[in-house]
């Protein structure tokens, strides 16, 4: 029981190419920006997009190898569309109940099991009503129900939660996981979302301009993160370099030019590496600091954001890019506007460095 | 963004002018409408209207010109679904020859059907050697008018088509749902408008259908004189009768337009 996928898809001039294996029962998360191939990867899973060449095998039955490709609705792969599409004909029942009744279930056993997805999802007293008459959370819940009583056994969830409000979107989440738990098949959320995608996912998939490009638990991409999007994602900043020695210290030598002092312990020179750092270790400055333990670079603000009560700087150093995140009260001291000159610093046992 | 706006004083001249034109048309459209209504003979119509002749006449209409909707639906469906989602080298080609009777005189219409199945036509032969003959009868009758009205039917459910949102079918497919599923449950019902102004514009064209009918069919009481038909039979021997026949098409096809065509009106 298991989807393995080998995948060389092309629309347009866009392509795609992804390879990855998800196991059931383990929530696996694709997240990047748009046009970063994730809604791709989903149609091509689904049977909506034929592949190039590769193949995508679910349970041991070939889905689609590039010469062969197994129409949609012979697939048993559920998809929730980012609009829901439910279909605007017929009652919440209706759209629940036809997935098994176009797979020839008996009119009477197809409503049994509609009602009894609408119940699990909390909206079977709304089994009469048309989808033009529910809300946002209803429809999607009503979305939800009809994809799973197909009995699917890869299960695609297409930005499930982006067109919810605020309010509605944290009860969908809390019931999503809920019913995702219960789910024995093989489930695939899309999402654009880094925070949503770090607080679902047990397994994450990072696309980049139509590449996986890095795959792993979240923690795991918390840790070491190997794509500038993964590091987006977590909130770091990542640097890649190569490791060099000299008057008794390491640096990186930065593959964009520059350098980082790092701690030399157990690091071979000439290795390919990155160098993580944490905004928060990042201390600006508008005089250049004097500790010589330091790493120092000089720059001009580019731009900022508030996170959660935090201010987060991003500084052009030159060759680097580097986002510091400090106290509202540190960037009104420090009177922080794009153009301002800062040095920013950070000790050299705050870079985390790993093989590339 | 920016956007060019016309100046103010260009659109309002044009507004002026243009709904003058529009409503002096919609009066010329009007005027023989009316006229014929104040030329009718209103005190004999109740007589004119239930002589056994238009009576069986208005029945011929109605059998014949639904009929040529029905048949018009069970062949129109397939050709604009080809046209509207399979791609092939000679749609093009297909949609000139399918919509070609809309620009045909229905005459030459009549006249080509009678040099294809009539009793020495093309096809003539092959037809009467299964028993059947259609020339002359209520059957060819359906079929001139089915073939002048048929492109209605195939324009609008081909532009029903091209409006459908076609993701609405794929999520079908991921249900499960095989191609005549997708058919059946999701597609004709999201075409229902298209279908109902279909129905509409092909029924009121059949209603009215002359040339075809006459040449292919002829006109013969009972079986192929429908109200039209009729109508040029009575020019020339009873005028008041024309004129009253003539009001009877006018009710029965307004009546079509306004229970089938509504969403074409209000749009």
Redesign the interface.
Same mark, same amino acid.
């Given at each position: 029981m298991s989807l393995d996928a080998s995948i060389l898809a092309r629309r347009g001039s866009f392509t795609l190419q992804a390879e990855f294996a998800l196991e059931p029962g383990t929530l696996a998360v694709a997240v990047g920006p748009n046009g970063s191939g994730k809604s791709t990867l989903a149609e091509a899973l689904a049977g909506l997009l034929p592949i190039e060449s590769g193949r995508v095998v679910l349970n041991g039955r070939t889905l689609d190898d590039g010469r062969q490709h197994l129409p949609a609705c012979a697939r048993r792969v559920g998809f929730m569309f980012q609009d829901l599409l439910l279909f605007a004909h017929m009652s919440a029942l209706d759209n629940a109940a036809f997935g098994p009744r176009s797979t020839g279930v008996p009119r009477g056993e197809a409503r049994r099991r509609g009602r009894h997805w609408l119940d699990r999802l909390g909206v079977g007293d709304l089994a009469d009503r048309k989808p033009g008459g529910l809300s946002g959370g209803q429809a999607q819940r009503v979305a939800l129900a009809r994809a799973l009583a197909t009995e699917p056994e890869l299960l695609i969830l297409d930005e499930p939660l982006s067109a919810l409000d605020a309010r509605t979107r944290a009860e969908t989440r809390r019931l999503l996981v809920g019913v995702l738990a219960d789910f024995p098949g093989v489930k695939l959320v899309i999402t654009h979302d880094p925070v949503e995608a770090m607080a679902l996912g047990e397994r994450l998939l990072v696309f980049e301009s139509g590449r996986l490009v890095q795959q792993g638990t979240p923690d795991e991409i918390r840790r070491r993160p190997r794509a500038d999007y993964a590091a987006s994602l977590v909130g770091v900043n990542l640097f890649r370099g190569t490791l060099e020695a000299g008057d008794g210290r390491v640096f990186v030598v930065l593959d964009s030019g520059g350098r980082l002092s790092i701690p030399g312990d157990g690091l071979r020179p000439g290795e390919a590496v990155f160098a993580t750092i944490h905004p928060h270790s990042v201390i600006l400055s508008i005089e250049k600091p004097s500790t010589s333990a330091r790493n120092a670079l000089h720059g001009v603000v580019s731009g900022t954001d508030a996170i959660d009560g935090r201010v987060r700087v991003h500084l052009d150093a030159g060759p680097v890019r580097i986002t510091a995140e400090i106290t509202p009260n540190a960037a009104a001291e420090l009177d922080i506007k794009p153009g301002s000159r800062l040095w920013a610093s950070f000790k050299a046992t705050d870079i985390g460095v790993y093989p590339r | 963004m920016t956007r060019t706006t016309p100046t103010p004083s260009g659109v309002l001249a044009a507004n002026r002018v243009l709904p003058i034109v529009a409503g002096v048309a919609a009066l010329l459209i009007l005027l023989p409408v009316v006229a014929l209504a104040l030329r009718a003979p209103w005190r004999d119509a109740a007589g004119l209207l239930t002589s056994p002749g238009v009576l069986d006449a208005a029945k011929l209409s109605l059998i014949v010109s639904t009929g040529a909707a029905v048949l018009s639906l069970l062949i129109g469906f397939p050709v604009a679904w080809t046209l509207a989602r399979v791609e092939f080298p000679g749609r093009s080609v297909l949609r000139t020859v399918v919509l070609m009777p809309m620009v045909l005189p229905p005459i030459v219409g009549g006249v080509a059907l009678l040099a294809a199945f009539g009793r020495n036509g093309l096809l003539g032969g092959v037809l009467a050697s299964v028993g059947i003959s259609l020339p002359f009868t209520t059957a060819g009758a359906v079929v001139a008018v089915t073939f002048v009205s048929c492109p209605f039917m195939i324009l609008s459910l081909e532009s029903g088509l091209n409006g459908l949102d076609r !993701?609405?079918e !794929? /999520?079908?497919? @991921?249900?499960? /749902?095989?191609g005549w @599923?997708v058919i059946r !449950?999701?597609v004709l019902? /999201?075409l229902a408008p298209a279908l109902r102004a279909g129905i509409a514009l092909t029924w009121a064209r059949a209603l009215g259908e002359f040339g075809a009918t006459v040449a292919f069919a002829g006109s013969h009481p009972h079986q192929t004189r429908t109200l039209p038909l009729a109508i040029y039979d009575a020019l020339s021997t009873d005028l008041d009768a024309a004129v009253m026949l003539g009001l009877l098409l006018v009710a029965i096809s307004l009546a079509v337009l306004l229970v089938l065509g509504g969403r074409m009106l209000t749009r």
């Open positions: - | !993701r609405f !794929r /999520a079908a497919e @991921t249900l499960g /749902a095989g @599923t !449950r999701i019902p /999201a």
